[in-house]
């Protein structure tokens, strides 16, 4: 029984796989068919997408080749066009210049026709001129001669008066003019006419402060006098201590250092050091941005340092007048006197801001403050329109230019406003009249003139007490008792004239 039933198993087992083998073969014979259809679609399908993409890239292409053959043949045609218009063109310049050369043909005869005509007519009034004065027995200028003479003896009175009338009205008229463009110069100009004194004193706060300014044997004074270059007058006048110097702007900065030094209240030899040279900083930076100011107010471009020259003018004054406000006025009225007069407004307003910067460096060069401006201009290479506009305003030079008369003129309204300088009409005509009697204290002097606002005095001598080498000794002796009696800013110039004149009459 038992060995049946394990064939029976056995024979079931192999019938199992066996029909298990089968369902498995009919299962992956469907998937692989299924499979091929599958494969087959996707390739249908890809060939008809690349049928597709084939003819939409034929159609495409065939439509840009006829947009290409279309853009030819427009542009064939607008070449053809062109080339139509320049045959067109060129036929007409070829007309154009054969009508041109056939007019200048005929001009060129009329020319001749006219010159022929012309020396035709020139030698019928030879002709004629010479049969009137083969007639007349009188030349052609004497002929005029004596009619102007004839005219000139019968109307003499007439012509004189009618000249006179003229004169007259022409110069109420030029007057007229005058007041009118300096009225309108200055109304349309609004500057301050205040006068400007540079304080030399400083205030200080008790005598024990005034004791350590001397400091101990007077170490203290004479290191700051050593350090910035003045001298301290320190005396019983209570709570103030003098500054003097020369140059305003050493002034100026010894004025700025002790004030901070009491400020301070620790002064000695290194800290005066200190503070001079601080205060050295500050003026210098105030120096700049001074000179900075008016170049741009007054719209005037200049080098770098030669702005830095202008700015010393803020601490220099004339006659209690700020000599930078001062000039940055006379640029200003420069400027509209050459717009009422047509002249160069640029040129103008440089000479007018530049004329006195000489007074920058006065008390260290030897000169008129003129011609230590002309020598700065030059030496920045200021253009010589420039240098001739600000070189005249004193008149020790030639007006060469309408802007020199223009800087002139513009300096004497600011000079001459009410209020501007503090010297009064009775000190100026005092220092005028101190000049020529210094002048006139010396033998042989016939007389003498202080001109230029006492910046020049001409002392003329009698030719036969005072020789030529006498003359020069005459004024080298003029100018050091000036020197050494009188009082005056900037520097005076002794002019000593020895003229000698021969008269004889003829009876």
């Known amino acids: ?46 060939k008809a997408e690349a049928q597709k993409v084939v003819e939409e890239a034929e159609k495409k292409a065939s439509q840009r ?29 070829d007309r154009r210049q054969s009508d041109i050369d056939k007019e200048v043909e005929v001009l060129k005869g009329k020319i001749q026709e006219i010159k022929t005509a012309q020396e035709r007519v020139a030698a019928m009034e030879l002709e004629k001129m010479a049969e009137l004065e083969r007639i007349g027995g009188l030349t052609t200028e004497a002929a005029k001669e004596e009619i102007v003479a004839t005219v000139q003896k019968s ?39 205040a006068s400007d004194v540079m304080s030399t004193s400083v205030l200080i706060p008790s005598d024990e402060i005034k004791g350590k300014i001397i400091g101990k044997e007077g170490r203290n004074i004479r290191s700051f006098e050593r350090a910035a270059g003045v001298e301290l007058i320190v005396d019983d006048t209570p709570g103030t201590v003098l ?23 620790r002064i000695q030899p290194a800290r005066i050091e200190e503070m001079v040279e601080k205060a050295k900083g500050e003026i210098a930076k105030i120096i700049k ?13 200049l080098d770098p340092k030669l702005v830095a020259v202008l700015g010393r003018l803020h601490f220099r004054t004339s006659y209690g007048q700020n000599v930078l406000q001062h000039s940055i006025e006379v640029a200003h009225i420069a400027g509209m006197l050459a717009e009422e007069l047509k002249a160069d407004v640029a040129v103008a307003k440089a000479g007018a801001l530049l004329h006195d910067i000489g007074k920058a460096l006065d008390h260290e060069v030897t000169g008129t403050h003129v011609d230590i401006g002309r020598r700065i201009l030059q030496k920045f290479n200021v253009s010589e329109a420039v240098v001739k506009a600000m070189q005249s305003h004193h008149e020790e030079y030639e007006y060469e230019t ?106």
């Open 155 to 193: 109307h003499e009175e007439d012509i004189i008066a009618r000249l006179q009338k003229l004169e007259r009205e022409g110069s109420e008229r030029l007057d007229l003019k005058a007041k009118e463009i300096l009225a309108s110069t200055i109304q349309r100009l609004s500057s301050s006419t």
């Open 243 to 265: 500054i003097s110097a020369f140059d305003p702007i050493r002034r100026h900065i010894a004025k700025l250092a002790l004030e901070n030094l009491i400020a301070d209240g």
């Open 1 to 46: 029984m038992t060995i049946p039933l394990i064939a029976l198993v056995a024979g079931a087992l192999v019938a199992g796989l066996a029909v298990g083998y089968f369902l498995r073969y009919i299962v992956t014979l469907g998937k692989k068919q299924s499979l091929e259809v599958t494969v087959k679609q996707i390739l249908v399908d890809a």
């Open 289 to 301: 941005d001074q000179g900075e100011r008016a170049a741009y107010e007054t719209g005037v471009f």
């Open 402 to 507: 309408i802007e020199s008369i223009i800087v002139q003129t513009a300096d004497a309204i600011s000079a001459g406003r009410p209020g501007a300088r503090r010297d009064s009409v009775e000190n100026y005509l005092k220092r005028l009249g101190d000049l020529e009697a210094t002048a006139n204290s010396f033998d042989g002097v016939e007389k003498s003139y202080a001109i230029s606002a006492g910046r020049e005095i001409r002392v003329f001598v009698t030719p036969e007490k005072i020789g030529d080498l006498a003359a020069r000794d005459m004024a080298r002796n003029i100018a050091k008792k000036i020197e050494d009696e009188l009082k005056y800013p900037g520097e005076i110039k002794v002019v000593v004239i020895r003229e000698h004149r021969v008269i004889e009459y003829a009876r």
């Open 65 to 93: 080749l006829e947009e290409v053959k279309r853009e030819e043949r427009e542009k064939a045609s607008e070449h053809k066009r062109t080339e139509e218009r320049l045959i067109k063109k060129d036929e007409l310049l």
